[in-house]
Each structure stands twice: as C-alpha cells, then as structure tokens.
C-alpha cells in the first residue's frame, strides 16, 4: 500500500511537471512557474515554486539545520533518559 501511494504521487508530480512544461512551451515562456532551481553563485541559490520567488543562503541553511539536529537530539536523549527512569522505577 504504501509503495502504491509512493508510486501515485510520483506520477502526480511528474503530471504536473509535464503539463508546465507544455504550457511554458505552447505561450513561449522560458522560466517555469511551477518549480525551478537555479545557482546564482557558491552559496545564493534562486528557487521559483508556484510563481513565487525564494532566495537560500546555503549557510544560514546550513546551521538553522545544525541548530534543529541539536535541537532534535537533546529531545530525543531526554525522552530515551525518561522511558528508562519509567522502566526502572516498576
């Protein structure tokens, strides 16, 4: 069941991707509306999704994900540290 879903999204989004293409084609417009990605230097990227415009920084990215896998891991310790002090106490 879940690969099927898996397989139904793909094709989904692979719809999608193809009719912008076609639509991009048919009005000769040359950047998508849907999803593009582009490298504008080392570090700037430039990600077009449903019309609207993003700029990345790839190193403010870069240590908002380190802060997060802190963060994530110090949850994860004290919920391991509370499941045992549960196990041992009964």
Not at 27 to 35: A, G, M
Not at 54 to 75: G, H, P, Q, W
């Amino acid at each position: 069941m879940t690969t099927s879903f898996i397989f139904i999204i793909f094709l989904l989004i692979l719809g999608v991707l193809t009719v912008d293409r076609n639509n991009r084609n048919m009005f000769l417009h040359k950047e998508s509306k849907l999803f593009n990605c582009k490298k504008m230097d080392d570090n700037n990227y430039k990600i077009v999704f449903c019309g609207e415009v993003y700029d990345f920084d790839k190193e403010k990215i870069a240590v908002y994900i380190s802060k997060s896998k802190n963060t994530i891991k110090k949850e994860i310790d004290f919920i391991r540290k509370f499941v045992k002090e549960k196990n041992t106490a009964e």
